[in-house]
């Protein structure tokens, strides 16, 4: 790249080849973004043309009213000559001795059609919903378009999650059929995921269980009938993905057909700048929004290669993401900030015999990235020449929203960047928040809790403005830096946790009496969940401390598994009775505390000192 001052831009000959390299862009958007939707709208493939591009009937709204359209037709029939016998789907697995999986778009579309079928023959109609419970393995990407197919709304559950965090989305979503596997390899361990999906549909209507074979052969039924692609309604629903907001319970969050599909297809087009020989590798897992949107929808609508890697990527050695850049040839590598902390934490050693010849742009998603692993991923593995977009976005917003686009730039290390032209942001009172009309892909609801929707994006600065829940500033290029949440979701790893939702899973334990969760800083991870948890018995506190953790792993899973644990007598409560955790996060952090005169309690801050400094 080419660094002017404390900005990058991208080099002549990037910018050259770019899809989008005209600053002029986000003027022609800014004026009328319901009028540049629609345009890119048009390039895609619809049954039939929408009525309306924007209805705004705050706080809903609609995009392509009246458009009839099925994702999996913009992959699969949109174009076809030109795809059909590329590359859509590169399969790794964790274990090195074993055969990769590779499918051209045809082998592809095949595997997805006998999927559909087959979830047609158990009975799944347009309109139901199905859980998906599958770990990093190619049907788990069939499954998904499978459902898309027939018109069915697919939930996603990250493997890792517990049965119990399985129930409570499946009893949400009132799914009657679980797609899942016998098991998946995860740092050479064989995890036994029918034993946990038998668990998690208890209680749950869930009536039917299709088991892919992880260790052997897919039980797809030999079904030879090609399947059409649903007609969908622009406004019908394309999935709900679960996610955790302030309080206990996850959110599930609705997307729709229409919206989505063009977001998906032109924010991994213009930030990834997708040619037609891309090797695209985005690491997330399918469980998380990243996942749904770049690892399979965004490259697949694109027609480019998607790289998927079932297993961890410093597993068997520390350089096996490397690895697989290399023997791949991956020319566009999309990651977590966590993970290049952890890449940068083996030494620059390791990379040395890395050329990354065919690396041509890198992307940073998930939390914040600090400037120091900026500089590493953009010297060590972009090699100075690749830019890197940093991509802001949300489960709730379906695609990227922030980030400087690669033909032109500017970056700078920690800062997201301008808006995607068409998008309207606004920082108020140091809040991130998006204007009308917002983007095509953000959500359309929480499923079965209008109140919960309305409250938590649309009540803050009225109905008219989405609220974010993070923070940030922007600075004199117009470029956007992100703070970190307003509210108790804490980024661990780039996994969106809610503190409110540990705390809950520990308050299930019989003998503790009450609990504050916090966000402390992490060197790999970024941030990590500390726990405060009142114990006033008898009983070892080591004996209390492993309780609390199991807890924690039974209720949500091994990916909010705390760092610290802290028994204590009392907490730092106002008179009305709120745990301060602000106060306990100054105290983990050892800052100033300031006034102390509204506390019910303020001898417990000299307590909670004692445990933490000793
Ligand atoms: O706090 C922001 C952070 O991740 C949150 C959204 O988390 P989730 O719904 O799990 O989606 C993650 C992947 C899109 C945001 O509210 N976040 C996401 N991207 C960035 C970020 N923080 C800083 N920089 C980013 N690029």
């Known amino acids: 790249m080419i660094k002017k001052d404390e900005l990058y831009y991208p080099t002549e000959e990037f910018k050259k080849n770019a899809w989008v390299n005209d600053p002029k862009i986000y003027e022609e958007a800014g004026s009328d973004p319901v009028k540049f939707w629609e345009k890119l709208a048009k390039e895609l493939f619809w049954f039939k043309p929408w009525k309306n591009g924007f209805l705004h009937k705050p706080p809903y709204f609609q995009w392509f009213a009246g458009g009839k359209i099925n994702i999996t037709s913009n992959i699969f029939e949109r174009d076809w000559e030109t795809r059909k016998d590329r590359t859509a789907l590169i399969w790794e697995p964790e274990p090195v001795n074993e055969k990769p999986r590779i499918f051209t778009y045809t082998e592809l579309l095949k595997e997805v059609c006998k999927c559909a079928n087959y979830l047609k023959k158990m009975g799944v109609k347009k309109g139901d919903r199905v859980g998906i419970y599958l770990p990093m393995i190619p049907e788990a990407a069939v499954a998904m378009l499978a459902c898309a197919r027939i018109g069915a709304a697919h939930s996603v559950v990250f493997s890792a999650f517990s049965p119990d965090a399985l129930r409570v989305r499946m009893q949400d979503t009132g799914a009657k059929v679980l797609i899942t596997a016998d098991g998946y390899y995860r740092g050479g361990k064989f995890i036994d995921l029918l034993k946990n999906a038998k668990d998690g549909i208890k209680e749950t209507k869930i009536k039917k269980l299709a088991v892919v074979q992880r260790s052997g052969k897919t ?18 629903l394309q999935f709900i993905l679960y996610t955790s907001g ?4 996850p959110k599930g969050c609705m997307h729709v057909c229409g919206g989505y599909t063009v977001q998906a297809n032109w924010t991994g087009k213009w930030i990834f700048d997708f040619h037609k020989d891309d090797i695209f590798w985005c690491t997330s897992d399918l469980g998380w929004v990243t996942g749904h949107t770049y690892t399979i929808y965004s490259p697949l609508l694109n027609g480019i290669t998607t790289l998927m890697f079932e297993g961890a990527p410093n597993f068997p050695a520390p350089d096996r993401w490397a690895q697989i850049i290399e023997k791949r040839g991956v020319t566009v590598f999309y990651t977590a900030p966590t993970a290049i902390r952890m890449f940068k934490s083996y030494g620059e050693d390791i990379l040395k015999k890395y050329q990354f010849n065919k690396l041509r742009l890198l992307g940073s998603v998930g939390e914040p990235i600090d400037e120091s692993a900026w500089l590493w991923y953009y010297n060590n593995v972009g090699k100075e020449k690749c830019p890197i977009v940093d991509t802001w976005w949300q489960t709730e917003t379906g695609g990227i929203l922030i980030t400087s686009l690669p033909g032109m730039g500017p970056f700078k290390p920690a800062f997201t960047g301008l808006p995607f032209p068409g998008i309207k942001v606004e920082i108020k009172d140091g809040n991130l928040v998006i204007l009308p009309p917002f983007a095509p892909g953000l959500l359309r609801g929480i499923y079965k809790n209008p109140k919960k929707y309305s409250e938590t994006y649309w009540s803050q600065y009225g109905k008219k403005v989405y609220f974010t829940s993070d923070g940030a500033i922007i600075d004199k290029n117009g470029l956007i830096r992100i703070i970190g949440r307003v509210d108790d979701v ?17 308050n299930g334990h019989q003998e503790i009496s009450e609990c504050a969760v916090i966000g402390i800083l992490d060197e790999i991870k970024g941030e990590a969940p500390a726990v405060f948890a009142v114990y006033n018995g008898t009983r070892p506190a080591e004996e209390i401390k492993k309780e609390i953790i199991s807890q924690i792993q039974k209720v949500i899973g091994p990916i909010a598994l705390p760092k610290e644990v802290y028994l204590a007598a009392d907490l730092p409560k ?14 983990w952090a050892k800052e100033e505390l300031g006034d102390l005169s509204t506390l019910a309690n303020p001898e417990s801050v000299d307590k909670i000192k004692k445990i933490l400094y000793g």
Do not use: Y
């Open 219 to 236: 039980p797809w039924q030999e079904e030879k009938d090609f399947c059409k692609a649903a007609e969908m309604d622009s406004e019908d």
């Open 246 to 249: 302030s309080t206990g319970k």
């Open 490 to 506: 804490i980024k661990v790893a780039g996994h969106r946790i809610s503190t409110g939702e540990m705390e809950a899973a520990i």
């Open 574 to 587: 106002t008179r009305s009775g709120k745990i301060m955790r602000r106060i306990l996060k100054k105290l």
